[in-house]
């Protein structure tokens, strides 16, 4: 009679054999998220992106059972956090989640930058817009067709407000400038709230900034909105018409999205683009975006890696002919 351990050896034997099957041992993986996921921002706590980000971490949390955590490190226009991130693990617990400047600006600007910002990245998901428009002083005409008539009849006279050299607000009104073929002098500042202050003091021109900043103080009757930079009227402000409306198709979106480190397995890829899509159908999640200025999207991760590449090359056309370089 065979003995007890001879029998749990068969046994042994026999259960490692079903494992292998061909002779080749397939690994069982735990199911994505089974620890907290760390979501990097490269900006302030309490800035743009941040409370967009913190928006989203809420909802992933629950759809994902696992906490979904914002770590801030802002700095050098938010390439510190990208940077971070590029060189963290593959394993898909550590994501940015990121606006334009880090990935499809930042790149033609800086020379120096310490990543490559499609090579060292896989694309998550996009989570959407932020919306931009271009504001006038009060001493400025009302509509678009007479702003650019008072621009181009003294080239180089007018000047433009940003929120600093190869910022996205830069960028959305040099894209302006280049289709409207006016000419403008830039005058960077150290935040869009300075460069705010500029416009409504009437020490700059214009300004091309988020429709958050430039809705509040139009209706106060502090400064002309002209348009909306983006594709589409925004939902809260219906009234307000597009640049493209008026005769010049300028889209200054600044657009959010998450992005992993490069070689991040597929699965974890996968999972939070779905979690990414659920938080954006939600239409009480939307109401919440829209009354931060957001648009949200959403989308496959192909639909983002294509749209990526797109706005990539489209920026780094505008960068190079307004000549735009930083240190």
Do not use: C
Not at 51 to 66: D, G, M
Not at 128 to 149: D, I, R
Not at 195 to 223: C, D, H, I, Y
């Amino acid at each position: 009679m065979p003995s007890r351990r001879f029998l749990s050896a068969s046994m042994a034997s026999a259960a490692l054999a079903a494992l292998l099957g061909t002779g080749v041992a397939t690994p069982v993986l735990a199911a994505f998220p089974e620890r907290p996921v760390k979501l990097v921002v490269g900006y302030p706590p309490g800035g743009g992106t941040d409370v967009i980000a913190r928006l989203f971490a809420t909802q992933l949390s629950e759809r994902l059972k696992q906490p979904v955590v914002i770590e801030n490190r802002p700095g050098a226009a938010g390439m510190i956090g990208s940077e971070f991130v590029a060189n963290a693990p593959a394993d898909g617990y550590t994501m940015i989640f990121t606006a334009s400047d880090t990935h499809t600006i930042n790149p033609h600007v800086y020379p120096k930058i310490r990543y490559d910002a499609r090579r060292d990245f896989t694309p998550v998901g996009l989570a959407g817009f932020l919306t931009m428009a271009l504001v006038t002083n009060n001493s400025q005409p009302g509509t678009l067709k007479e702003f650019v008539a008072a621009a181009r009849a003294k080239p180089g006279s007018f000047n433009f407000a940003s929120w600093g050299i190869g910022s996205s607000s830069q960028i959305a009104m040099e894209s302006f400038l280049a289709t409207s073929g006016m000419k403008m002098t830039h005058v960077p500042f150290q935040g869009a709230a300075p460069a705010l202050t500029a416009v409504l003091g009437s020490q700059v021109e214009a300004f091309m900034v988020p429709m958050t900043l430039a809705e509040p103080n139009f209706r106060a009757g502090k400064l002309k909105l002209i348009g909306v930079a983006a594709p589409q009227r925004v939902p809260w402000a219906k009234d307000i018409p597009t640049l493209a409306e008026q005769g010049i198709d300028s889209d200054g979106s600044i657009w959010l999205g998450v992005l992993a480190p490069s070689k991040v397995p597929a699965e974890a890829i996968n999972v939070m683009n779905k979690a990414l899509n659920e938080v954006i159908a939600d239409p009480a999640v939307s109401a919440t975006l829209y009354k931060n200025g957001f648009i949200p999207r959403g989308g496959s991760v192909q639909d983002f890696t294509s749209y990526l590449q797109r706005e990539f090359e489209r920026m780094g056309k505008v960068i190079r002919d307004a000549g735009i370089k930083a240190d």
